[in-house]
């Protein structure tokens, strides 16, 4: 009789529902091994996908200038290749839709789906519930980055008119620096690099850009609304432009983060156990972090510091569909673009016609979303 390979999977026992007389894809279980995790189960595939397009249809609906959703979503039909629908909105709508709060969402939904991704892996690599995609020092770095090209006449005359390159530009570089300093401080400590040590790495390098950005608003303080207005998160932008540059940085942190999603589940044996099982730890502890600071310097540079997305979303999903991060991954990225759009459109319109920051909504979310998490861990040790 053959038994099949084993998959680099963290040991469990079997399913209850496996039809007799199959063997296991693994040997026996160990009586202290946790449960193998379950895949991702259809009807939250579909759960996010439909709170995607929720998202999407709201997100172009409502504004300054409400439009019925029906309308709005025949329209949005009518980009696909051979649909023609009769929306009933006027051209003067219908370049709204298309030109302005279409090309909005989508970066919503990108940027949320990256920080929601990111926060995910990171709560992974160093088996931190706590763990966000701004642990490593990106919000320091970006932050420093972009105060200093503010202060130092970033666009024509100090007035900002080139915001939509130089200002992305700065954050980017800003963030990848950080990772790069914290990469560099953690390895200082010789070849046994844990993630506890990367984690202080992040911290101490975290406060050290923070310093040089205190100073530089101390010493420019005619600075501060331009630097707080980012600072503060924003996804105003003006056309595709914004969305053409995160979306190569989504598509490779997705491809690369969703391929490695099993590794996460065997790291969360224990370094040990997962070169018991073939993995090299290091390696891919580092290539995720890489890939997940990648996609977070994209989603900084585009929308500014927008803070909790990648605590709350990886969370819930974890609370409702299950532990495994083959399921954890996946639905964060849907759940947190959705999540990201539909705060926005709260953010656009709870105190029209003027706009609250992106970042100031989600605060306000995540504090309360703490608040139950500590009453459901207090339920559990009960």
């Known amino acids: 009789m053959t038994v099949r390979p084993v998959d680099p999977v963290p040991a469990g026992t079997p399913d209850a529902s496996r039809p007799a007389g199959r063997l296991p894809r693994r040997g026996p279980a160990r009586a202290d091994a946790p449960a193998r995790p379950a895949g991702l189960r259809t009807r939250w595939l579909l759960a996010g996908l439909v709170a995607v397009l929720v998202a999407l249809v709201a997100g172009v ?23 023609h629908l009769d929306s009933g909105l006027t051209e003067r709508e219908i370049a709204i839709v298309t030109e302005l709060r279409l090309p909005r969402v989508v970066l919503g939904l990108l940027v949320g789906a990256l920080l929601a991704l990111a926060g995910g892996c990171y709560q992974g690599v160093f088996r931190n519930p706590l763990a966000d995609p701004y642990l490593l020092g990106v919000a320091a770095g970006a932050g420093l980055a972009v105060t200093a090209a503010i202060v130092l006449g970033a666009g024509a ?13 700065a954050a980017f570089v800003g963030s990848l620096g950080a990772v790069a300093m914290t990469y ?15 984690i202080l790495a992040g911290v101490a390098v975290s406060a050290f850009l923070a310093a040089g950005q205190t100073y530089l608003l ?17 996804l105003s932008t003006a056309g595709w432009h914004d969305v ?10 997705a491809v690369v983060v969703l391929a490695h999603r099993r590794e996460l589940d065997v790291l969360a044996l224990g370094d040990d156990e997962a070169t018991s099982l073939g993995l090299h730890p290091q390696r891919s502890r580092y290539l995720l972090i890489a890939a997940a600071s990648l996609g977070t310097a994209a989603a ?12 709350i979303v990886p969370h819930t999903v974890r609370l409702l569909a299950g532990s495994s991060h083959r399921v954890i991954l996946p639905l964060s990225m849907l759940f947190g673009g959705a999540f990201l759009a539909l705060t926005d459109v709260v953010a656009r319109t709870a105190a029209a016609p003027a706009e609250i920051p992106i970042g100031v909504v ?10 139950l998490i500590l009453r459901t861990a207090r339920g559990m040790r009960a």
């Open 300 to 311: 900084v540079s585009a929308s500014g510091l927008i803070g909790f997305v990648g605590i």
């Open 184 to 198: 560099l401080l953690g390895a200082a400590g010789g070849r046994d690099r844990s993630p506890a040590t990367l």
């Open 362 to 371: 989600t605060a306000l979310l995540g504090g309360p979303f703490f608040v």
């Open 244 to 253: 053409l540059l995160v979306l190569p940085y989504f598509l490779l942190t």
């Open 61 to 83: 609906s409502f504004g300054p200038v409400s439009l019925p959703p029906g309308s709005v979503a025949a329209e949005l039909l009518n980009l696909l290749p051979g649909v």
């Open 157 to 169: 005359g100090g007035a900002l008119t080139g915001l939509p390159v130089t200002i992305p530009l």
């Open 218 to 234: 101390q010493t420019h303080s005619d600075s501060l609304q331009q630097v707080y207005s980012w600072l503060l998160g924003r």
